[in-house]
């Protein structure tokens, strides 16, 4: 079955760029969205935003202006970039593959990701 | 930003039932969006329990149900065990902000 793998550093310093990338493996990258959705500590989930295999994007537009997301079909691996990073976007990053229907499964296990100098 | 509205937690004893709503509006819920529920043990990835208001994926217990009505939907959780201690969050689709949206998450605790 399909898994799911974040990676990337889990420091960031305030004012860089946050990039992860999440490896799919186990299954096509084609024909479904991808996404990314974050949660920081002791919170909820919140969406971020996600890719078809196409190329386009939706992004939730109180992070519209800072975020990118990219999919690598060749890799089968998409990623995403958050830029000008405060502590608030510290949290745990997960990726998800969107289910015909809008539902989210599966999910990676999770990166933290810490913004702080 | 959470746009479903849920309790922040229930309690139960073993082998009772409980119930979580998730409240929304015209524009999610309420606009015919489907509600899909999750389940999050501690310290790992929600795992979905319930899809398409009222359907669940394989291997998930059927004491386990949803449904959907108006504004609002609703978990049921009958025969409630320790295993089952964990935060569960509703999530829908939401056409004024074009994307995805989660409720605020509801703790379940067994007494």
């Known amino acids: 079955q399909v898994q799911l793998q974040e990676s990337g550093p889990g420091l960031v310093k305030p004012s860089e760029t946050l990039s992860l990338t999440c490896t799919v493996s186990?299954?096509?990258?084609?024909?479904?969205?991808w996404s990314w959705i974050r949660q920081p500590p002791g919170k909820g989930l919140a969406w971020i935003g996600d890719?078809?295999?196409?190329?386009?994007?939706n992004y939730n537009p109180s992070l519209r202006s800072r975020v990118s997301i990219s999919l690598d079909t060749s890799k089968k691996h998409f990623s995403l970039k958050l830029t000008a990073v405060t502590a608030a976007d510290t949290a745990v990053y997960f990726c998800?593959?969107?289910?015909?229907?809008?539902?989210?499964?599966?999910w990676g296990q999770g990166s933290l990701v810490t913004v702080s100098s | 930003q959470a746009v479903l509205t849920q309790p922040p937690s229930v309690s139960e004893a073993p082998g009772q039932r409980v119930t979580i709503s998730c409240t929304g509006s015209?524009?999610?819920?309420?606009?015919?969006?489907?509600v899909n529920w999750y389940q999050q043990l501690p310290g790992t990835a929600p795992k979905v329990l319930i899809y398409?208001?009222?359907n669940r994926p394989s291997g998930v217990p059927d004491r386990f149900s949803g449904s959907k009505s108006g504004t609002s939907a609703s978990l049921a959780i009958t025969g409630l065990q320790a295993e089952d201690e964990a935060d569960y969050y509703c999530?829908?689709?939401?056409?004024?902000?074009?994307?995805?949206?989660f409720g605020t998450g509801t703790k379940v605790t067994v007494l």
């Open positions: 998800v593959r969107v289910q015909n229907g809008g539902w989210f499964d599966p």
């Open positions: 186990g299954g096509s990258i084609s024909g479904y969205y």
């Open positions: 890719i078809y295999h196409g190329g386009s994007t």
């Open positions: 015209s524009s999610n819920i309420g606009a015919g969006y489907d």
């Open positions: 398409g208001n009222n």
């Open positions: 999530q829908s689709y939401d056409s004024r902000l074009s994307g995805y949206v």
